[in-house]
């Protein structure tokens, strides 16, 4: 067992592809005891490929390491009580089913709660349990009806899928706020509860500022390409070679762009002192900032603004990001399990300076620990 700050929480995954699953893993990267339910033919994802890694398909181990596996034909009486049997032992309770899908087999939440009074349980549904019920919930589905494919590509071009699956991780990384809350008032007042996450509402208010100017401002807003809708410079613009991502948020960091382009008198133009004054004016200062731009490269010209603190980056593949974030000391890549079955994994994104995380187990291999699992749950 690890020594992480979820050390002793069991939890019975039931979930499958990505949103579920990636919640469950970083349950389990933070201790919990992670049991990845799985049906006969495996979880979908362990099909989903190329890219594969000796066989296995990456987008499985992106986001399976820490658990074990159980391979369960919910419609086999016997493989169903030993499903009820974790259930009933389990601290969370995560799925992704449609609603109502596990009452048949005394797994929805009322079934488990008679059980087990204390369970979490926590849903994971694409438009929730009411009206939305019956509707598939993928995240390319979400990203249309949400609006963000809308916000997504340039201006004059059609509408655009984020490069991820977004709403999946918001979803999943919202799975386990809801959990962590449920598992403190459990502590505190000794009762489970049920914990409701649906794609459409995490990408609503994924969507902030956007979602905001329609709710608040009365403003829908439209595609942009690259640009901001509030802010300039906070785009790509070219240089000697490549583009470079400038960010100048407030007066202050365009002031110091200015200056380090050489160009300070352009920070006091009327034109472009405040913010709201350059997104006004935003096509008359690109042209301006360009110029200067021009005379050297992305990779220099990164070097003198971080220098001057003032927000860059460049454009980078994902071989490229990862190789900057080895360069910030971040030690993007870790190692889940040992010996052989070590496997090639990305860090978790949070550090703890009593508790840290753990990689202790590779993605499973379908049913891998059905044998000792079956043994544990089997009275």
Request: charged share 20%.
């Amino acid at each position: 067992m690890s020594d992480g700050p979820l050390s002793g929480v069991l939890v019975a995954d039931f979930s499958r592809i990505l949103a579920g699953p990636y919640a469950t893993m970083l349950l389990a990267d933070m201790g919990a005891d992670v049991v990845k339910v799985e049906g006969p033919q495996g979880d979908d994802t362990r099909t989903w490929m190329p890219p594969v890694r000796e066989g296995v398909s990456t987008y499985y181990l992106g986001v399976n390491r820490g658990k074990r596996s159980i391979a369960l034909d919910l419609r086999d009486p016997a493989d169903a009580a030993v499903a009820r049997e974790l259930a009933r032992r389990a601290d969370v309770l995560i799925e992704n089913f449609k609603p109502g899908g596990l009452a048949k087999f005394g797994l929805d939440f009322a079934s488990v709660r008679a059980a087990n009074p204390g369970v979490v349980y926590a849903s994971i549904t694409g438009f929730g349990s009411g009206a939305g019920r019956d509707v598939p919930g993928y995240d390319l589905m979400v990203q249309a009806i949400s609006g963000l494919m809308s916000l997504t590509g340039d201006a004059d071009g059609p509408p655009y899928r984020a490069g991820i699956s977004v709403f999946d991780v918001m979803a999943g990384n919202h799975a386990v706020i809801g959990i962590l809350a449920a598992l403190r008032h459990r502590e505190a007042a000794g009762q489970g509860q049920l914990v409701e996450v649906n794609l459409l509402s995490s990408a609503l208010t994924g969507l902030v500022n956007h979602s905001s100017a329609y709710v608040a401002g009365g403003t829908v807003p439209y595609r942009m390409g690259n640009a901001h809708p509030s802010v300039f410079p906070y785009e790509p613009l070219p240089t000697a070679d490549n583009d470079l991502i400038i960010a100048a948020p407030n007066d202050g960091s365009f002031r110091r762009l200015c200056e380090v382009l050489g160009i300070p008198e352009v920070a006091s133009d009327p034109r472009f002192a405040r913010n709201v004054d350059r997104v006004v004016h935003r096509e008359e200062l690109r042209p301006i900032l360009v110029e200067r731009l021009v005379k050297r490269g992305a990779v220099e010209w990164f070097q003198l603004l971080v220098e001057a603190g003032v927000p860059s980056g460049p454009i980078n593949t994902i071989d490229g990001g990862f190789a900057m974030a080895e360069r910030f000391g971040l030690d993007p890549v870790v190692a889940a399990g040992e010996g052989e079955r070590a496997m090639p994994t990305t860090r978790h994104p949070i550090r703890f300076s009593e508790t840290p995380v753990s990689y202790r187990l590779p993605p499973p291999d379908l049913d891998e620990h059905g044998e000792e699992l079956r043994a544990w749950l089997t009275p």
